[in-house]
């Protein structure tokens, strides 16, 4: 039963950090001039809402082992690629805008997208509705997480129970990441 306690005591911090830690994001993009100015939703030239997205030419998913979690999705740079459970695959559709993509920044392409180790045919793109061209695997559309600062990272595993790492057949790992100091929620 303590074991219980300490484990909600636990997620419940990681929750509580995760508002903090959105909130200096916020603070810290509308200081630097990176907040765009309009606010709303979806609007806009979008040109805030790119701003820490995996964006090039041509973008490459790859598979890499991320401790416990087994083999995820990266992007070229290695880093950890999400779903998030408000957004669908059948038919895809994009729900993670405005401060939510700050936080996670979509993985976008511009161009070509090649893949390692993940089924070419389960990878295509959905046009968002700010401009950008979103990377999806199995119609789910991928996110990075702005916390993940190195590659392999998986900070944003499991966060508010909506945000999941995925498997190189677009489903999501549910295995709990291990808690890194310092390291805190900022889902939607």
Same mark, same amino acid.
């Given at each position: 039963?303590?074991?219980?306690?300490?484990?909600?005591?636990?997620?419940?911090?990681?929750?509580?950090?995760?508002?903090?830690?959105?909130?200096?994001?916020?603070?810290?993009?509308?200081?630097?001039?990176?907040?765009? $100015? @309009?606010?709303?939703?979806? /609007?806009? +030239?979008? %040109?805030?809402? !790119? &701003?820490?997205?995996?964006?090039?030419?041509?973008?490459?998913?790859?598979?890499?082992?991320?401790?416990?979690?087994?083999?995820?999705?990266?992007?070229?740079?290695?880093?950890?690629?999400?779903?998030?459970?408000?957004?669908?695959?059948?038919?895809?559709?994009?729900?993670?805008?405005?401060?939510?993509?700050?936080?996670?920044?979509?993985?976008?392409?511009? $161009? @070509?997208?090649?893949?390692? /180790?993940? +089924?070419? %045919?389960?990878? !295509? &793109?959905?046009?968002?509705?700010?401009?950008?061209?979103?990377?999806?695997?199995?119609?789910?559309?991928?996110?990075?997480?702005?916390?993940?600062?190195?590659?392999?990272?998986?900070?944003?595993?499991?966060?508010?129970?909506?945000?999941?790492?995925?498997?190189?057949?677009?489903?999501?790992?549910?295995?709990?990441?291990?808690?890194?100091?310092?390291?805190? $929620? @900022?889902?939607?």
């Amino acid at each position: 039963m303590l074991a219980i306690r300490h484990i909600r005591h636990i997620r419940h911090i990681r929750h509580i950090r995760g508002y903090a830690a959105t909130g200096a994001a916020v603070l810290a993009l509308t200081l630097s001039g990176c907040g765009g $100015g @309009g606010g709303g939703s979806g /609007g806009g +030239d979008g %040109s805030a809402k !790119s &701003t820490g997205s995996t964006a090039s030419a041509t973008a490459t998913l790859n598979t890499a082992e991320v401790g416990k979690l087994g083999t995820v999705v990266t992007d070229s740079k290695g880093y950890v690629l999400y779903r998030f459970d408000a957004d669908s695959a059948n038919p895809t559709r994009v729900s993670c805008y405005d401060t939510c993509a700050q936080v996670w920044p979509p993985a976008t392409a511009q $161009g @070509g997208v090649t893949a390692n /180790g993940v +089924d070419k %045919s389960l990878v !295509s &793109t959905v046009k968002r509705t700010d401009g950008g061209t979103q990377l999806t695997l199995a119609g789910w559309p991928l996110y990075r997480y702005a916390e993940d600062d190195k590659p392999k990272e998986a900070h944003g595993q499991g966060v508010d129970g909506t945000w999941f790492a995925v498997t190189p057949t677009g489903a999501k790992i549910t295995t709990t990441a291990p808690a890194s100091p310092g390291t805190g $929620g @900022g889902g939607y």
